[in-house]
């Protein structure tokens, strides 16, 4: 049977930050600021728009303090940032962000590899920028990664997944992104992952961050939709290749999310026409063809 | 992963398009040979069905201009079905003295679509099917019945459900012993396939359908999902996604065999196919065409050089 769907959507536009900082051209400051500009003229209600990381690791984030303070903030819509510690929270309400993003996975090794420390040390990091926030008012989005498999340890447990998830979420993130980093997952592995997570953490607050790289991300959202889900995230044009694939995809694209929603009659309050515009923009400033085929397909010669 | 337990069904037919609907839709003509070689590869994969070519003229389609020696030439394993479209009596009989054992019609949902294409109304290229099929079933030799535009037309747009359902009624009634519907421009989403399918199973049964996506809106897979949780156990694609979409310039357009194995695999639904196998003649067919694959799944295995 394939359930009823969810009236509306939520989708979490992440293009200016996941979908940038995986691209391998550095982007101009007003680029970044145009994009998130337009992409705020679409109906997105949500656009992840920089991430306060030093620019040490991370260079095409090194002007997140003029991207915050540089973009239009239109009322009703929210511009989360990435803050990975205390000192990134800091400077990100400094520079007037209104909420804040935190990265959790659900695999050892990618933790290891990625911050050098055990899943557990990095959740501890993130307790004092959860009591900061707290203080501040300040919402928190908490991400984990790898939920549906880890480039380093293959299979993951849907019982860690949830475990991490629980953790998250009981420190006080209001909404948990379980994302599918590097895309290997199926309908079967993302409906077995949700189950058990379910258990741990409400429906209403848990998101899906699908990556493309195999192909799978829509029938993933979809089984995800079918489960209750009703927040996914999503990257312009399909912004973002997979740095464990070279070549390969990466994060999925918001137009071809939106025309599938369309389809369904889930509402999302997203002008796809405009997210085409934006999408074709980017790709332009990028100077890259758009890993978007709802795009690809409009365009006719 | 327990298919059972979800609804979905054990096992799933792949029927294999790519050297017919996929060539067919590739610009550079491809040699003999290399026709052949891809069709023995597939014949090793596992894979069920593989739509060999085309009886039709070949001023119309150049690429199927070597139907002959391409049946003649493959290597025919057992339990490997390898059926050929044959769109009038003429394709029917040369199909035959080619060996061919099985054949497929082509109909269509929309009158302004078979209007361009064959230049007749649907109910005229029904009676041409007629012919088609009753002449191969005094043969004992199944037909494949297609619907085309079956979420959507080039011409006219939206398509209506019932129409769909009327169509491939009369293919089955003919006697066709299934019916591929076809979301020929790949607009269809999982809203327009169940709405869709709906419609159909009131006609004929389950099954007998399966169904044809094309990706060029990206929404192949879950249509393809929604298709399998509705219980279609039959599902046709491309290898490496061969074919683009001629009303879409640069678009592309038969789904990837490769990219709908993986799905089905981590569904724990059997298909009897080698994914490895398959990535092995995509990669061989798209070197000879000098062009990359359109399969996520070859991508993005063979950057790594790992397959999960």
């Not at chain 1, 990381?53 to 940032?81: C, F, R």
């Not at chain 1, 100077?287 to 397909?297: F, G, L, P, W, Y």
């Not at chain 2, 169904?211 to 039959?234: E, P, R, S």
Request: net charge neutral.
């Amino acid at each position: 049977a394939t359930g009823a769907y969810p009236k509306r959507v939520k989708v979490v536009e992440v293009g200016p930050r996941d979908g940038l900082q995986n691209e391998k051209n550095v982007v101009p400051t007003p680029v970044k600021i145009n994009l998130i500009n337009m992409l705020s003229e679409t109906g997105l209600q949500v656009i992840e728009a920089t991430s306060f990381v030093s620019p040490k690791w991370v260079p095409q984030m090194a002007d997140h303090t003029e991207v915050m303070q540089g973009i239009n903030k239109l009322p009703g819509i929210s511009y989360p940032v990435l803050t990975p510690n205390l000192k990134g929270f800091q400077a990100a309400v400094a520079a007037g962000a209104k909420e804040v993003s935190i990265f959790g996975a659900a695999s050892e090794m990618f933790t290891k590899k990625n911050i050098n420390c055990s899943i557990e040390e990095s959740l501890e990091r993130f307790d004092e920028v959860m009591k900061a926030a707290r203080e501040a008012s300040i919402p928190v989005r908490g991400y984990v990664s790898c939920v549906l498999g880890c480039p380093y340890e293959g299979k993951i447990s849907a019982a860690k997944v949830a475990e991490v998830s629980k953790k998250m979420y009981s420190m006080g993130c209001y909404e948990i992104s379980l994302g599918d980093t590097i895309g290997v997952g199926t309908p079967g592995s993302m409906k077995e992952m949700l189950t058990v997570v379910m258990k741990e953490v409400p429906v209403g607050a848990l998101a899906v961050h699908c990556h493309d790289t195999y192909g799978q991300a829509l029938a993933n959202i979809l089984v995800a939709l079918q489960m209750g889900v009703s927040v996914v995230d999503a990257s312009v044009a399909g912004l973002g290749g997979c740095p464990y694939a070279r070549g390969a995809s990466g994060n999925v694209a918001t137009e071809d999310l939106v025309y599938m929603l369309n389809g369904l009659g889930i509402h999302t309050g997203v002008d796809l026409q405009k997210l085409m515009d934006t999408g074709t923009f980017i790709c332009n400033a990028l100077n890259r063809k758009t890993n978007s085929k709802v795009s690809q397909a409009s365009c006719r010669l | 992963q327990e298919p059972q337990a979800s609804g979905l069904p054990e096992y799933i037919k792949i029927v294999e398009v790519g050297p017919r609907d996929g060539l067919q839709n590739e610009k550079v003509i491809v040699p003999t040979d290399i026709k052949i070689e891809l069709i023995n590869q597939l014949s090793k994969t596992g894979l069920p069905a593989i739509e060999v070519t085309s009886f039709v003229s070949s001023k119309w389609v150049p690429q199927m201009a070597d139907h002959k020696e391409v049946m003649k030439g493959i290597e025919r394993h057992p339990g490997v079905q390898y059926p050929v479209l044959t769109p009038n009596l003429q394709g029917l009989h040369s199909a035959i003295a080619a060996g061919a054992a099985e054949v497929s019609v082509f109909g269509a949902a929309s009158e302004s679509f078979c209007k361009m294409n064959i230049n007749c109304s649907i109910e005229e290229s029904i009676e041409r099917f007629e012919e088609v099929t009753k002449s191969a079933r005094n043969m004992n030799i199944p037909v494949r019945g297609y619907v085309s535009c079956a979420l959507g037309c080039p011409y006219e747009g939206n398509v209506v459900p019932d129409k769909v359902a009327e169509v491939s009624k009369r293919l089955y009634s003919m006697g066709c012993y299934e019916i591929s519907l076809g979301d020929t421009i790949g607009v269809g989403t999982p809203g327009s396939m169940k709405k869709m399918l709906e419609a159909v199973m009131k006609e004929v049964p389950l099954s007998a359908l399966a169904v044809h996506c094309h990706d060029t809106y990206g929404q192949a897979l879950a249509n393809i999902l929604t298709a399998i949780q509705m219980g279609v156990a039959v599902v046709d694609s491309s290898v490496a996604g061969l074919g683009g979409c001629p009303y879409a310039k640069g678009a592309t357009g038969n789904v990837a065999t490769e990219d709908v194995i993986y799905m089905l695999n981590g569904l724990g639904i059997n298909t009897g196919v080698n994914l490895c196998a398959v990535m092995e003649a995509g990669n061989f067919i798209c070197t000879a065409l000098n062009k990359k694959t359109n399969s996520k799944v070859a991508q993005a295995s063979f950057s790594t050089g790992t397959i999960d």
